[in-house]
């Protein structure tokens, strides 16, 4: 398993995007092997910006090895989830233009709740639109993902599925998106701080570790999730030592992306939490 940095890390969707070379820098500097683009974060998306990217990266010793996109497949109108689609094939292409392997994807949201923080306060869950049922947004979100796979396979670029709320808050939603599918070129993003335990349709608010077992002979990324300074929108102690093991145990050997979402400032938060990753997976 090899650690990196999310540039999300250093940028919450607060005020100017933190420079994504700065991040590289800094991954350099605290011993990080690569680094996951958040592709809000991206000031441009001009080929001499992308060209630089990959020269800093270069530069620096660094692997680019994930594209963290923001789309949604929850969809009632056909020409909306369209478009969605359409952005997805072309973040592949971006993606494929700066060398990297793997996008992040989201199934998408219903929206019903308006407020991202509300959300987060109810475990991420939330209600179907009214006339709809969960049922009819899986099979939106497996036809238009099965739509991206001829582009993420000509691009040769896995597409992986996080467990980020909604469909996919639980591994058991994840996984009816991934087994429904059954194509080499999709896979999943565990994201140890996404998933929470859920119980007779309760959230209890701690990690799920049955959930990351079941996801983790899926992943292609690992997303580690630390909160120094308290959480931005909640605080999960984490038990890594046992994620580690989860891991091992299937024979996962990728990224384990870290996404520091702490209210400590980035510039100290984020190499305690390396030191942290570290010093588990060193043992």
Known sequence: MRLGI???????????????????EHACEWGAAGVEILHRQMTSEEPAYLRRLKRTALALGLDLYALAIHQDFVQPDPSERQRHIEHTRYCLQLAHELGIPCVRINSGRWKTIASFDELMRRGGVEPP????????????????IEA?????????????LENHWGLTATAEGTLRIVTAINSEWLRVCLDTGNLLRHEKGQVHWEPDYDGMAALAPYAALVHAKTYFGGGE?????????RVAAILRQANYCGYVSLEFEGKEAPETGVPKSLALLRAIWEQ
């Open 148 to 160: 991206c796979l001829p582009d993420a396979e000509r691009y040769g670029i896995l597409l992986a």
């Open 129 to 144: 639109l009214e006339g709809y049922t969960e049922s009819d947004a899986f099979g939106w979100v497996i036809g238009a």
């Open 6 to 24: 999310a540039t999300y890390s250093f940028w919450h969707f607060r005020g100017e995007p933190y420079p994504i070379e700065r991040v590289m």
């Open 233 to 241: 929108w909640y605080t999960l102690d984490i038990d890594y030592a």
